[in-house]
């Protein structure tokens, strides 16, 4: 479980479950933050807002599971994209929440560029995509999974090229340009 202060810095507060039933996340200053908590299979996020001097009770429910259908797109081509690394994290307000996760664990899309995350946290998700090469654009698509139901998500990535400010090739060498 994480909280993520909103606007400014990007900023990651860990949490720490007590017992089996609770949470504590501590040294957070006055400001509103997206927190929440996420196993591999279910979670929940809310917003909250944090004032000096006050606790702020949130309760967190886990939403169920479900089963996600992505595929990953060429922006301009539509062709598919294979090699793309799946994740879901779960939404808040449209926020999309942190949790830790192994990149080498993630399921890959196929030459298709398709790939099903099953089981994947029900509920407001986010389908966020690691690409499988720096020339590509992490792209990341939002849905409603419903407990024991289906999403479809498309993703589209768009190649970094030294027309749109990404790769420019020097030689046998590429560099990301900004």
């Known amino acids: 479980m994480y909280a ?11 949490g ?26 279910e979670g929940d996020a809310q917003i ?8 702020v009770q949130l309760t967190l429910t886990a939403r ?7 595929t990953v797109l060429d922006f301009r081509t539509r062709a598919p994209l294979a090699g ?25 899309t196929d030459a298709r560029g398709r790939v099903t995350i099953d089981p994947a946290p029900a509920g407001s998700i986010g389908v966020d995509c690691m690409m499988p090469s720096f020339r590509w654009s992490t792209p990341s698509a939002d849905a ?17 090229t030294s027309e749109n400010g990404g790769w ?3 030689g046998d ?3 990301l340009e900004h």
């Open 4 to 14: 993520r202060p909103l606007g400014g810095a990007f900023w990651l507060i860990p």
């Open 16 to 41: 720490a479950v007590e017992g089996t039933s609770s949470f504590r996340i501590t040294g957070l200053r006055s400001g509103r933050y997206v927190v929440g908590a996420q196993t591999t299979f």
């Open 48 to 55: 909250a807002e944090v004032r000096a001097g006050e606790t």
């Open 64 to 70: 169920g599971r479900g089963v996600v259908d992505a």
């Open 84 to 108: 793309a690394a799946r994740h879901v994290v779960m939404l808040a307000s449209g926020e999309h929440t942190i949790t830790s996760w192994d990149p080498g664990a993630l399921a890959r």
């Open 144 to 160: 409603a999974l419903a407990a024991g139901g289906r999403a479809a998500v498309q993703l589209l990535s768009v190649e970094l």
């Open 168 to 170: 420019r090739h020097v």
């Open 173 to 175: 060498r590429a560099r």
